[in-house]
Structure formats: C-alpha cells, structure tokens
C-alpha cells in the first residue's frame, strides 16, 4: 500500500455508494474511525485463510477477491469496487476468509477496524439490514461466476469482466495480460489471442499494462448474460 493519508477522510462516504447509502449518523461514526490508503496493482490487504485484520471500502480502484487453489494458483471469484466492502464474512458470522483480497486497479481503499463493523451489526438494525443485502448479493454474484466459468467461452468471460471492470473504474483498466489471466483461471497465450481478436474488432484498444473499452454495446454483445445479471443482482443488493 502507498500509506495512510488524512487528507482523505473528509467525506469518504461519498465516494462508496454503500456508504453512502447509511444512516448520517452510522457514516459519520465510520468516517471518523477510518484511515485511508492508496492502493497499486498487486497490493495484498487480506490474506487468505486468515483472521480478517480489516474491512475495506473502496473509494476509488477495484479489489478483486481471489480463491486459492492447487499449488500457487489463484482464481477471481469476486471484486469489489466503490459500491461496496470487502468483509462479508463478518456479516455471515465468520471471522476469518478463505480468499485473497488484492487490488486488482489502483485507488484509494478506506481500512476500518473490523470489531467496529461488528459492533455496529449488533447495534444497529439498519445498518445490518444493509450489510446483509450486500453480502447476499455477493454470495448470489459468485455463484452466477461459477456457473459462467463453468459453461461459457473464454470470449464471453473476457468481455464480461472487461465490462464489469469498466463499469467500476472507468473505461481505460490498468492491467496485465498475465494478470488477466490468472483472474480468468486460464493460460496467458488464450487471453493474448482473445484480446487480440478484441482489438482487430474495434472493441477494445490496447497499450502496456492497459486495456481501453473503446465500443460497449458490440462488447456487450460478444458478453455473456451473467454481465446483465450480475449488474441486476448487484443493484437489488444496494437497494434500500
């Protein structure tokens, strides 16, 4: 991580839609517990199976959630950008996580103290409601992921998470190839040939360590349906 910087609490919550969206009083109470941190492609903020040492809320950037498998290998099952947290766990009653949390496109991240958020689901009922909400649409996210994964083309997954990391960080993603490829859980010569055919079709443009969104709809087109409905079910989770 870059360091803390104070500059930054100032109206954190209006920089995360589901800070925004709590209580004037419950925000207020966060804001002036939180710090908060710049974030590079690469930054690790949880370990995985691990004690959660902090729930995160991204003000800017995108935290992907990777799951472990054999040997070193790592597989996206989640990110989180400026709508929401990361620590759902809490809200389910556990307090440890399986998965590796790790920024995935720079930004600020603000870190609160996890009993705090405990605390909070305790007292208050709005704000429980809230978090529930949230970490069911989460849980009903990665399950629509592993359905894709398990049926669609690498084509279809590409321009699903192209979209859904455009839709989060802007259209200009900074990333790697061989980053994209682990999210994907697929080899790195298959990203490289997708994105090839991406850019030969007008879709996307591509510099080092950059993908630009260039033509939505038709990328939208090329996309699966779980982009539509893991948009939906992230919007009925933000829902009051």
């Known amino acids: ?51 959660i040492e902090a729930v995160w809320f991204p003000l800017s950037g995108l935290v992907s959630t990777l ?10 099952v989640d990110a989180a950008g400026a709508e929401g947290f990361l620590g759902t766990e809490l809200v389910l009653g556990s307090l440890r996580t399986p998965d590796t949390w790790i920024v995935q496109s720079p930004g600020r991240f603000a870190r609160l103290e996890p009993q705090l958020f405990l605390d909070s689901l305790e007292r208050d009922a709005a704000f429980h409601g809230a978090a529930r909400r949230y970490a069911s649409a989460t849980q009903a996210i990665r399950g629509q992921w592993v359905a894709c994964n398990a049926r669609h083309t690498i084509e279809q997954r590409l321009a699903k998470w192209l979209l859904t990391t455009r839709d989060r960080v802007g259209d200009d993603v900074q990333i790697t190839q061989d980053i994209v490829a682990m999210l994907l859980g697929v080899r790195r010569a298959s990203v490289v040939t997708v994105l090839g055919r991406f850019v030969e079709s007008g879709l996307v443009g591509h510099g080092y360590a950059r993908v630009r969104v260039l033509d939505g709809p038709r990328l939208t087109a090329v996309s699966c349906s779980c982009y539509a409905k893991a948009a939906e079910l992230l919007r009925t989770g933000l829902a009051a």
């Open 1 to 51: 991580m870059y360091g803390y910087d104070a500059s930054m609490l100032a109206g954190t919550a209006e920089k995360n839609r589901f800070l925004s969206s709590l209580a004037p009083s419950t925000r207020a109470l966060f804001e002036a517990r939180m710090s908060v941190h710049g974030g590079g492609i690469g930054d690790v903020l949880q370990q995985a199976n691990a004690p």
């Open 67 to 76: 799951r472990p498998l054999e040997g070193d290998s790592l597989v996206e």
